[in-house]
Nanobody, 127 residues
Framework: VQLVESGGGSAQAGGSLKLSCVVS??????????IAWFRQPPGKEREGVAT????????YYADSVKGRFTISQDNAKATVYLQMNSLKVEDTAMYYC????????????????????WGQGTQVTVS
């Protein structure tokens, strides 16, 4: 499985950005892949932001982004998106897309060690 993120850049506080994660490889709806967005601010640990399952299923968000960020997918394009609205300076980070095959307990869906496929990241800077 390969993951390629794009869409990062600079934005002003209160603005919006939309990140994309193209998923390639042998990934089918029956495999029940869980896809997540993580972020890592400079000098801090990586934290989970949002997660969903390929093909549908409940999405799950970190409290810090609830109501501002939305994870979605376009199966025809094999792409998972992260729409980020009402951006804050503290949203500044490198954003990563991650994937793992199979069911992940809700309590672990925003935990980095639950995922074994990672993209290279895309930088988001909010000022």
């Amino acid at each position: 499985v390969q993951l390629v993120e794009s869409g990062g850049g600079s934005a002003q506080a209160g603005g919006s950005l939309k990140l994309s994660c193209v998923v390639s490889g042998h990934v089918t709806r029956d495999d029940n892949y869980c896809i997540a967005w993580f972020r890592q601010p400079p000098g801090k640990e990586r934290e989970g932001v949002a997660t969903t399952y390929i093909g549908g299923g409940a999405s799950y968000y970190a409290d810090s982004v609830k109501g501002r960020f939305t994870i979605s997918q376009d199966n025809a394009k094999a792409t998972v998106y992260l729409q980020m609205n009402s951006l804050k300076v503290e949203d500044t980070a490198m954003y990563y897309c991650a994937a793992s095959r199979g069911y992940i307990a809700t309590s672990r869906r925003l935990v980095a060690t639950a995922y074994n496929y990672w993209g290279q990241g895309t930088q988001v800077t909010v000022s």
